[in-house]
């Protein structure tokens, strides 16, 4: 795929509750996050992503918040985080706790 030499080796991960998916990706130094993630092809192999842009995923980087994926460059070891939109208001999931405790 690229010149080992110029080339960084990091992971695209993504989980459901029933699927996890890591892929490895080798690819050229410079590369952003959104390059990484389409060149592990994992919006085209899951489901839920196929009639998602690339620009509306919600991004992370070990567990950080990417802001701008497609400006920031991915470096060596660094692992990609699908994120998949909340089921519940963390909020209302405590109060509904907090409910079932009384």
Same mark, same amino acid.
């Given at each position: ?22 892929? =490895? ?5 410079? @590369?952003?996050?959104? #390059? ?9 192999? $899951? %489901? ?17 918040? =990417? ?5 920031? @460059?991915?470096?060596? #070891? ?9 089921? $519940? %208001? ?13």
């Amino acid at each position: 795929m690229c010149d080992e030499a110029n080339s960084i080796t990091c992971e695209v991960a993504w989980a459901a509750p029933e699927d996890q998916y890591l892929v =490895v990706v080798n690819v050229p130094m410079g @590369t952003t996050v959104l #390059g990484a993630l389409e060149a592990s092809g994992l919006c085209h192999r $899951i %489901d839920e992503l196929k009639n998602v842009t690339l620009e509306a995923l919600r991004l992370g980087i070990f567990g950080e918040h =990417v802001k701008s994926p497609a400006d920031q @460059t991915v470096c060596q #070891g660094d692992r990609i985080e699908i994120y998949r939109p909340l089921q $519940i %208001d963390p909020k209302q999931a405590r109060r509904a706790r907090a409910r079932r405790k009384v």
